[in-house]
C-alpha cells in the first residue's frame, strides 16, 4: 500500500513553512549549514507536491498549500517572538476566509 497523497501534501505544507522559518533564522544569524538547510527544504518542496500531484487535483493541493502564509505567520510569532499587527491580521483572515469559501463551494457541488 502507498503512502496517502495527502501525506506528501501534509509534507509540502510543513517543508515550505520550515524552509521560511530557517530562512529567517539565516537572514538574522547566518551561517552556511543553516543556508544548505533552507536550500535542501526548498528543493524537497517540489518532490513532495508532484507526488502529491500524481492522485490529487491542483486544487485540492493548491489550498492546502495556500495555508502556508498563516501556518509561517503563527510559527514565526511562537519561534520568534514577532509582533503580528493588525494588517497581518486582515491577510490571514482574508487567506482563511478564501479557504473557507473554496471549501464551501467545492461541498456544495
Known amino acids: 500500500m502507498s503512502p496517502s497523497p495527502w501525506l506528501f501534501t501534509a509534507l509540502s505544507v510543513v517543508l515550505t513553512a520550515t ?3 530557517v530562512f529567517k533564522l539565516y537572514a538574522t544569524a547566518g551561517g552556511w549549514s543553516r543556508l544548505a538547510v ?3 527544504l526548498f528543493l524537497a518542496i517540489p518532490v513532495s507536491t508532484f507526488v502529491a500531484l500524481q492522485q490529487l487535483t491542483l486544487a485540492q493541493v493548491y ?3 495556500a ?3 498563516v501556518i509561517s505567520l503563527v510559527a514565526a510569532r511562537l519561534v520568534f517572538k514577532e509582533s503580528i499587527r493588525r494588517s ?3 491577510s490571514t483572515g482574508l487567506i482563511v476566509a478564501g479557504i ?3 471549501q464551501s463551494a467545492a461541498l456544495t457541488t
Do not use: K, S
Open 38 to 40: 533552507t536550500i535542501a
Open 67 to 69: 495555508a502556508v502564509p
Open 19 to 21: 524552509a521560511h522559518l
Open 100 to 102: 473557507v469559501l473554496y
Open 63 to 65: 489550498l492546502c498549500t
Open 88 to 90: 497581518h491580521l486582515w
